[in-house]
């Protein structure tokens, strides 16, 4: 596995939910800042939501009070709930895995993924 794997977009209508998944980390001993971009046609990449090695949760503004961040299987799976999905939310979302700068540069260098970007999962938000 050379890079972070999402899963779990699809097509919704507005109001309903998704919940993606990322596995997003190599090994059981590694520690990642992990974190959710999204991107549309003709934009940048935007970031989303993002929690550190540490635990410490950020929020993008306009998805604060709707997404939630949670991790499980020893913080190796990284999950986004989205909530009260809106039109606007329709996105490319791509999750983002780095050695968390807490290790010694011997584990991050074991820890680091070819590519540090998933390759995205599309969510579709109709109104």
């Known amino acids: 596995q050379v890079q972070p794997e999402e899963s779990g977009g699809g097509s919704v209508q507005a109001g309903e939910s998704l919940k993606l998944s990322c596995a997003a980390s190599?090994?059981?001993?590694?520690?990642?800042?992990m974190s959710w971009y999204r991107q549309t046609a003709g934009k940048e990449r935007e970031f989303v939501a993002g929690?550190?090695?540490?635990?410490?949760?950020e929020y993008a503004e306009s998805v604060k009070d709707r997404f939630s961040l949670s991790q499980a299987n020893a913080k190796r799976t990284l999950y986004l709930q989205m909530n009260s999905l809106k039109p606007e939310d329709t996105a490319m979302y791509y999750c983002?895995?780095?050695?968390?700068?807490?290790?010694?540069?011997?584990?991050?260098?074991?820890?680091?993924?070819?590519?540090?970007w998933g390759q995205g999962t599309l969510v579709t938000v109709s109104s």
């Open positions: 983002k895995s780095v050695p968390s700068p807490r290790m010694i540069e011997f584990l991050v260098s074991k820890c680091r993924w070819d590519d540090e």
């Open positions: 190599k090994y059981t001993y590694c520690l990642y800042d």
């Open positions: 929690v550190d090695s540490d635990g410490n949760l």
